[in-house]
């Protein structure tokens, strides 16, 4: 599409997640349409599709026409479009996700790309930087690695949750042991401050502990950072990028989380490989869906393997 024509192009980014969506649709002399819903009821992926697909639908019949979307997707997708593994919707798994875009956006230039991908690209954009890892705490540790502006590896997702950091580590969702999602995603924190106070513990307690300065919340943290933080490290020796960034609602909620990843980072530095600047996460839970937006934006003019072609 030639550069002239892109100014009036409809964009459309689609956050999916385990229990909402979130739409945002932007284009030069149109005002921008936010809209979030919950995924109805039942969890079947057939309901789910028809109401993603009506409202878009009534996003068109409002807003006006969408020429590229971007979808930031948290489930693992196999090349042939099928959903492998999806923990926040598992009546997702075995959907052809691909067929359904298709469906869904039929006039539409369409891409989807991995959530935490896609939060890194929207973090780097954000921070005016060419090289950054993104390190997302929350439910899990998603992430993702932009070098020279570009998403690492590309052909697939970056799963820097999935690096492993303690192989006799504690059981992570996947299967294995050690990822460093079972040592440093919220609800791994959570569980090993449980079990050093001897009580449930939850994010507001965690919180108030914290904050009170007791020990069984203050080294849960710890070992937290101290798995992110060696996370950075083993990331920057390979990779040497300028920023790592740090967000996710678990790491933004805990006043001292991210610069602890940062302070533990500097002790680990060796001669001739200082680590990079840990910095906090600027766009919050819209980083997904911003990352989207760039998806939609790259497709008016750019090629990607990840474009579902009309069929
Ligand atoms: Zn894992």
């Given at each position: 599409m030639p550069a002239a024509q892109t100014a009036s192009v409809g964009l459309l980014a689609v956050d999916l997640g385990g229990t909402k969506v979130a739409l945002r649709a932007e284009a030069s002399g149109r005002p921008t349409f936010d809209r979030t819903f919950r995924w109805p009821p039942g969890a079947d992926p057939a309901a789910d599709l028809a109401t993603l697909d009506a409202e878009v639908a009534a996003l068109r019949a409002a807003w006006g026409p969408?020429?590229?979307?971007?979808?930031?997707?948290?489930?693992?997708?196999e090349a042939?479009?099928?959903v492998l593994t999806w923990p926040g919707r598992p009546s997702w798994v075995?959907?052809?996700?691909?067929?359904?875009?298709?469906?869904?956006?039929?006039d539409s230039r369409t891409a989807y790309a991995d959530d935490g991908d896609l939060a890194a690209l929207a973090e780097a954009r954000h921070a005016g930087h060419d090289d950054v890892v993104y390190l997302g705490v929350g439910t899990g540790v998603g992430g993702g690695v932009v070098l020279g502006q570009r998403l690492v590896p590309g052909r697939t997702s970056a799963e820097i949750g999935h690096m492993v950091v303690d192989l006799d580590g504690a059981r992570c969702d996947c299967g294995r042991t050690g990822c460093l999602q079972s040592v440093a995603s919220g609800p791994a924190t959570l569980r090993r401050a449980g079990l050093a106070r001897g009580r449930h513990v939850s994010f507001d307690?965690?919180?108030?502990?914290?904050?009170?300065?007791?020990p069984w919340a203050v080294e849960a943290i710890h070992a937290s950072c101290?798995?992110?933080?060696?996370?950075?490290?083993?990331?920057?020796?390979?990779?040497?990028?300028?920023?790592?960034?740090?967000g996710g609602g678990f790491a933004d909620g805990l006043p001292g989380f991210v610069p602890l990843v940062g302070h533990t980072a500097r002790l680990t530095a060796r001669r001739g490989r200082p680590p990079p600047v840990?910095?906090?996460?600027?766009?919050?839970?819209?980083?997904?869906?911003?990352g989207?937006?760039?998806?939609?934006?790259?497709?008016?003019?750019?090629?990607?393997?990840?474009?579902?072609?009309?069929?």
């Open positions: 969408v020429h590229t979307v971007g979808i930031a997707m948290p489930a693992t997708i042939t479009g099928t075995g959907l052809d996700f691909a067929g359904a875009c298709r469906r869904i956006f039929p307690d965690l919180q108030a502990g914290l904050r009170d300065g007791r101290a798995a992110l933080a060696a996370t950075v490290v083993s990331l920057s020796e390979l990779l040497d990028p300028a920023v790592a960034i740090v840990v910095r906090a996460a600027a766009l919050g839970g819209l980083s997904s869906l911003h989207a937006v760039s998806l939609a934006r790259d497709l008016v003019t750019t090629s990607t393997h990840l474009v579902v072609e009309g069929s």
